[in-house]
Nanobody
Framework: QVQLVESGGGLVQAGGSLRLSCAASGIIFSINGMGWYRQAPGKQRELVATITSGGNTNYAASVKDRFTISRSNAKNTVYLQMNSLKPEDTAVYYC????????????WGQGTQVTVSS
């Protein structure tokens, strides 16, 4: 069984930085795309950033130039470096990955809370 475990969330003041990590574990043949999504209270889950196995990235307009997604294929881990955080970035952040085991599985982490105070 494959698991995604996130870490790195917390409370930070506006303008501060946080780095989220998400590690995949279990029997993994390969990992295709990985990404981060977030859900604020009373809102729908939204895409934050994605990265392909080849390293191509895509960002939501609201986080572009502030957040950076990266991955370590050797460690089956995806990262999200968040700089210049704003109160509107407050949400539960979820990791997502398309993992071959060998069937293709759409996997989600349990979520990590990010709170940005003004």
């Amino acid at each position: 069984q494959v698991q995604l475990v996130e870490s790195g969330g917390g409370l930070v003041q506006a303008g501060g930085s946080l780095r989220l990590s998400c590690a995949a574990s279990g029997i993994i043949f390969s990992i295709n795309g990985m990404g981060w999504y977030r859900q604020a209270p009373g809102k729908q889950r939204e895409l934050v950033a994605t990265i392909t196995s080849g390293g191509n990235t895509n960002y939501a307009a609201s986080v572009k130039d502030r957040f950076t997604i990266s991955r370590s294929n050797a460690k089956n881990t995806v990262y999200l470096q968040m700089n210049s955080l704003k109160p509107e970035d407050t949400a539960v952040y979820y990791c997502n990955a398309a993992i071959r085991t060998p069937g293709l599985n759409d996997c989600w982490g349990q979520g990590t809370q990010v709170t940005v105070s003004s």
